[in-house]
């Protein structure tokens, strides 16, 4: 029997790429399920696209809990993510 073993580069990330210096709006609506790009590679921001997958770090799913505009975490250091919690001017 042979055995074949797959053997993947995967680029560990200590800290995520800042994506932007500030919050970004976007229209959420309630219920609805969202994955957040905690790596900071996505060109779908503030939304993952799966250039994740080549890093440590996975995206953060969240249900919007309110319908309407939510100010999106693009440095990835917030907190309170996915949301601003004003990380960016630190
Ligand atoms: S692309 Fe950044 S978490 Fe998926």
């Not at 921001?45 to 993952?48: A, G, I, N």
């Given at each position: 029997m042979e055995c074949y073993t797959t053997v993947t580069?995967?680029?560990i990330m200590t800290s995520p790429k800042r994506a932007g210096n500030e919050p970004k709006a976007i229209?959420?609506?309630k219920g609805e399920s969202y994955a957040w790009c905690a790596c900071g590679l996505s060109s779908n921001?503030?939304?993952?696209d799966g250039?994740?997958?080549s890093t440590?770090?996975?995206p953060h799913v969240f249900v919007a809990e309110?319908?309407?505009t939510h100010y999106m975490c693009m440095c990835k250091n917030s907190k309170?993510?996915?949301f601003c919690d004003?990380?960016?001017n630190e």
């Open positions: 580069k995967m680029k229209e959420l609506k921001q503030p939304f993952c250039s994740h997958m440590n770090i996975t309110n319908d309407g309170g993510k996915p004003g990380s960016h």
